[in-house]
């Protein structure tokens, strides 16, 4: 009975002393020296703690766990109902809480002994904490890491056979107070020169270009003070980074000289491909704005500075446990995204300039962020590429196309983003894109049409107009009408290819043959702009009578003898008499064409313009044969308004027949077809 009586006491005492525990953080003796909920963080590999059990342990005494609940109480992301997910790999610990796109990452700063056997240290104490802004000593030594780090470990990244620039800045040495534009062919043979190249938005007209009247003035030199301060800034990286070049657009290229823009404007593809490395102004939406003087900590209402504790290790010495946040394994929740709100990200020319640069510096809103063909890394340190590689690394798609089926894909990717972004000139519609168009010519040597590829061209034509932004038809001549580049809205393509096995490339049955092509070019850049273009299809052709959908004021209806589909129009229509290839007049349809007289409805959807009777085309692409449903994609054609007897497209439109019912549907519409014979599309 005393044995007993005794246990009882002490189990009492025990309670009296864990009551007294009532406040993680404060210097508390470890009770165990095992600690079953966190196992003292021995961890390999992944494991599950419930945040309730490392608060309870925490009473306990567990060091640990009180380490663990402060840190995740100093984050604000403590939640008594949720799981952590405990993640060790290297040494490297990061705690993440269930539903939340955050991490905590465990450390010991450089300078302290290890708080562990085998615990992660930061090869840079700087690395701890955020930079406060982008002119930081610790935001250049991030740079610098990079560049070290790629020099030294990713051949992918090398320049082989650099062509330079016909201009580019010399910059001179810190603290000048001129730059000079040098002509590089007057450069000394043998001459190893590299370059950084600049990537921003104009925002409207510089007050400084290089024009035919001041190209020798620049010669001789100018002042840094009269750049706009995105310029300025641009120069005072280069020097920082003990670089001499650098390349501007509007200071390398002449820009009242319509000829020299065009050969410049071509070699888009060289310039940046060759740069030592492309700065990207991301958060400067005008020149004049500048992006070095920003504030991260400000902008950034995220970031929370690390939590340090002291802490005595298993050899008694005293170290600094830490714990940092970090993204979680979603990554940045604004790369998730098609297109950032960034004003750089809604530009149309950087597109290809970021996706051309072997290696991007991109001045984000609050970090520096780095992508080169081999890594992407963040000052934050959270992994880009964890997860969905293709979405979050930001290396070009121009390197390493091995296939026709990588090719599509990247390319079907690389129209979608484009088309959703800005360009001052809609006429740099195709232009903007070219140096793009021209890394994937080289690997896939296929012939260009307008933004198309002729080698998979039927696959190409199977795009539709973004539904919430359909508008008129654009004023000026851009492209055919067969091509994207031909209208003002965003298009999304209909098809993905993403590996060899893909159910749509398996199913996938062409049933139009591409007869003939041409592009008749505008300028001297064999892939930009054009004035004129045609493509010449074989394949079942369908007449229909067009109509408004009554549900919807911009969606509209084809009725042929065998089916009646909806239409996914590129434009709003209206209906046009037109002169077909017999010489008979008929009531067609058209693009819209935006009245002269704008008004404050102009982006409002227009009221209806068919009234009925409109006669329209159905040209049979082809069909997707899948499982439970085969799709059949049409491309909705109207008479040609200036060349008769030839079609302009309107649209497209998808209809689709169960597996059970799709050979006798398929049957039954073959044989309602007007002809099987060759078009023009213009």
Sequence with gaps: MDFRHKISRQVRQLRERLKAVTK??????????????????????NSWLRCDRIEYSARLGCRYCIFLLNALKHFNVFDDQHALHLCESRGSYHLSPLFKNVELELYTPTGHPPAWDGIAQDANPLHAVLSGSPQTSEAYEFIRSCLRDCDANH?????????????????????????????????????STTYVALSYCWGGR????????????????????????????????????????????????????????????????????????????????????????GNYRETNAWYKEPYHEEWINQQ???????ARLKYGFFGHDDERHRVST?????????????FLSRRLLTYHAYELRWGCQKKSACQCRSDLSRIFPTCYQMYSPTYGLVTWRLAREQWRRIVDDYTARELT????????????????????????IAGMWKNELPLNLLWAASKTKVGYAPELYIAPTFSWASISSPVDSLYRIRDANTAFRKGWVSLARVEDTCSILDGKDPLGRVKDGWIKLRGYIFKATLVDNENNRQAYCASTKYLET???????????????EHGDVEISVRRMRQPSV?????????????????????????????????????LVLGLSSDKPGMYERLGLSLYYKSEKKFEKFKLGLLATAEDHKVITIV
Excluded at 24 to 45: A, E, F, M, Q, W
Excluded at 246 to 271: F, G, H, R, T, Y
Aim: hydrophobic share 35%; aromatic share 8%.
């Design 24 to 45: 993680p953080g404060i210097d508390t003796p470890t009770l165990t020296k095992y600690c079953l909920t966190c196992k003292n963080l021995r961890l390999s590999g």
């Design 155 to 191: 051949p992918e990244c090398k320049i082989a056979g650099q062509r330079l620039p016909t201009r580019l800045l010399d910059v001179q040495h810190e603290g000048a107070p001129q730059v000079t534009l040098v002509e590089t062919e007057s450069l000394p043979v043998g001459h």
């Design 206 to 293: 510089q007050s400084l270009t290089l024009k035919s009247e001041n190209l020798e003035i620049l010669k001789l030199g100018l002042m840094v003070s009269s750049l706009p301060q995105t310029l300025q800034d641009a120069i005072t990286i280069t020097r920082t980074l003990d670089q001499q070049y650098l390349w501007v657009d509007a200071l390398c290229i002449i820009q009242n000289s319509p000829s020299d823009w065009e050969v410049e404007s071509s070699k888009m593809a060289s310039i940046y491909r060759g740069a030592y490395l492309t700065i990207a102004a991301a958060t400067a939406s005008d020149v004049t704005q500048g992006f070095l003087s």
């Design 316 to 322: 008694d010495c005293s170290t600094i446990l830490g």
């Design 342 to 354: 960034l004003p750089w990200n809604l530009r149309g020319w950087t597109l290809q300039e970021q």
């Design 425 to 448: 000139d809609a006429r740099d519609k195709l232009p903007a894109i070219s140096g793009l168009a021209q890394g994937f010519q080289e690997d896939i040597q296929s012939p260009y």
């Design 566 to 580: 909806r239409i996914q129009c590129d434009t709003w229509l209206e209906e046009f008499q037109a002169t077909n």
């Design 598 to 634: 704008i008004t404050p409805q102009d982006n409002e959807p227009s009221p209806s313009k068919l009234k009925g009777g409109a006669v329209g085309y159905l040209l049979l692409i082809g069909y997707n044969k899948g499982t439970p449903y085969t799709f059949f994609y049409f």
